[in-house]
């Protein structure tokens, strides 16, 4: 089945981390770019973090930049963003999400259900 | 950074209504742009890329138009399974994506 489930969410203190982790299957994994995007709750979507298919390129949005960081590991199939120095405002539902096409489109056309990061004292 | 805002907020039909949602960027993405849907509960859904294209599996009724900076999602019929929220994305000036603000579409 081609399907990708997150993991890794939980409630953490601010300044504190988490690792999030995407497993994926049904395609083949190393040929697509993937990404992170989060949803606060009742609110829209924001994209967080992108890297490419072989992991020579990431890409991070202005707000986590320098306290996330988002890495592959295709012999395994899987995504991770790792959370560092997390704020309140890093609080929503993180999903991971496929490229649409091999050659870097940059559109995603499979979601995972999502993992919920709750930051608060 | 490439602002996307979409309009009306809410939309509010009946089954079997043609709904308009309207997608506007604060500059040209050219036809970089995509639509996604997103019923509560749920991860979304994309529906249209590259402003027209629909994705794999996706009713003939959903279809978009525009580029540069209008853009426009129609659904031509309603069905009961179509009200959700609707959101566009432009990958033409990044980093970063960005997402509008999202259109609800919901049963009048």
């Known amino acids: 089945e081609v399907q990708l489930v997150e993991s890794g969410g939980g409630m953490v203190q601010p300044g504190g981390s988490l690792r999030l982790s995407c497993a994926a299957s049904g395609f083949t994994f190393k040929n697509y770019a993937m990404a992170w995007v989060r949803q606060a709750p009742g609110k829209g979507l924001e994209w967080v973090s992108a890297i490419s298919s072989s992991s020579s390129t990431q890409y991070y949005a202005a707000s986590v930049k320098g306290r996330f960081t988002i890495s592959r590991d295709n012999t395994n199939n899987m995504l991770y963003l790792q959370m560092d120095s997390l704020r309140a405002e890093d609080t929503a539902l993180y999903f991971c999400?496929?490229?649409?096409?091999?050659?870097?489109?940059?559109?995603?056309?499979?979601w995972g259900h999502g993992t919920q990061v709750t930051v608060s004292a | 950074d490439t602002v996307l805002t979409q309009s009306p907020a809410t939309l509010s039909l009946s089954p079997g209504e043609r709904a308009t949602l309207s997608c506007k960027a604060s500059q040209s993405v050219r036809r970089y742009l995509a639509w996604y849907q997103q019923k509560p509960d749920q991860a979304p859904r994309l529906l249209i890329y590259d402003a027209s294209t629909r994705a794999t599996g996706v009713p003939a009724r959903f279809s978009g138009s525009g580029s540069e900076t209008d853009f426009t999602l129609t659904i031509s019929s309603l069905e009961p399974e179509d009200f959700a929220v609707y959101y566009c994305?432009?990958?033409?000036?990044?980093?970063?994506?960005?997402f509008g603000g999202g259109t609800k579409v919901e049963i009048k």
């Open positions: 994305q432009q990958r033409s000036d990044w980093p970063p994506l960005t």
């Open positions: 999400a496929k490229d649409l096409f091999p050659n870097y489109v940059w559109y995603f056309d499979l």
